[in-house]
């Protein structure tokens, strides 16, 4: 019987070296990247404003003038989520800070349109693109003045 010394130093290294050689042969067909874009069709002020639990989260405000993309982010995992990538659970959609369109995980609103509903996005290979437009703005409801100061 070997020593406890050895023990513990058997124990660390099966404790080292069984993961690794575990994670090496995961199949790499069960590993998805998938990357979301967000592209405005509109000629409009549009800005994203990201939240989790009804505070800012972890993304920082995007915004652009103009048709042209808006947002770019990705991830590789083996069941990437939507709001994992935008690290939120309610999105702004502001536009010309006078009418807002807010988006929600839980409720996949607005329905049949929702950034976090993948049915919502063109798939094209793995970039999952979402197109602002027309629909949006006349979805977004008006605020009373400026929709931020």
């Known amino acids: 019987?070997?020593?406890?010394?050895?023990?513990?130093?058997i124990k660390i290294?099966?404790?080292?070296?069984?993961?690794?050689?575990?994670?090496?042969c995961w199949p790499?067909?069960?590993?998805?990247?998938?990357?979301?874009v967000i592209n405005s069709e509109l000629d409009n002020f549009v800005q994203m404003r990201f939240f989790s639990g009804g505070l800012p989260s972890g993304k920082e405000l995007v915004?652009?003038?103009?048709?042209?993309?808006?947002?770019?982010?990705?991830?590789?995992d083996t069941g990437v989520l939507i709001h994992e990538i935008f690290q939120a659970d309610s999105i702004e959609l502001i536009l010309d800070?006078?009418?807002i369109e807010t988006h929600k995980l839980?409720?996949?609103?607005?329905?049949?349109?929702?950034?976090?509903?993948?049915?919502?996005?063109q798939r094209k290979g793995n970039t999952l693109?979402?197109?602002i437009n027309?629909?949006?703005?006349?979805?977004?409801?008006?605020?009373?003045?400026?929709?931020?100061e």
């Not at 019987?1 to 130093?9: H, I, K, L």
């Not at 290294?13 to 090496?24: E, K, M, R, T, W």
């Not at 409720?107 to 349109?113: F, M, Q, R, W």
């Open 63 to 76: 915004f652009r003038t103009g048709p042209g993309q808006l947002f770019r982010d990705g991830d590789t």
């Open 28 to 36: 790499r067909e069960m590993v998805e990247t998938v990357n979301l």
């Open 13 to 24: 290294a099966f404790g080292v070296i069984v993961p690794i050689l575990l994670i090496s």
């Open 97 to 99: 800070n006078q009418r």
């Open 106 to 121: 839980f409720y996949h609103e607005p329905a049949g349109n929702s950034l976090f509903d993948s049915s919502s996005y």
């Open 134 to 148: 027309s629909k949006n703005y006349e979805n977004a409801e008006l605020c009373d003045g400026l929709c931020y």
């Open 129 to 131: 693109t979402y197109a």
């Open 1 to 9: 019987m070997p020593p406890p010394a050895m023990e513990r130093v």
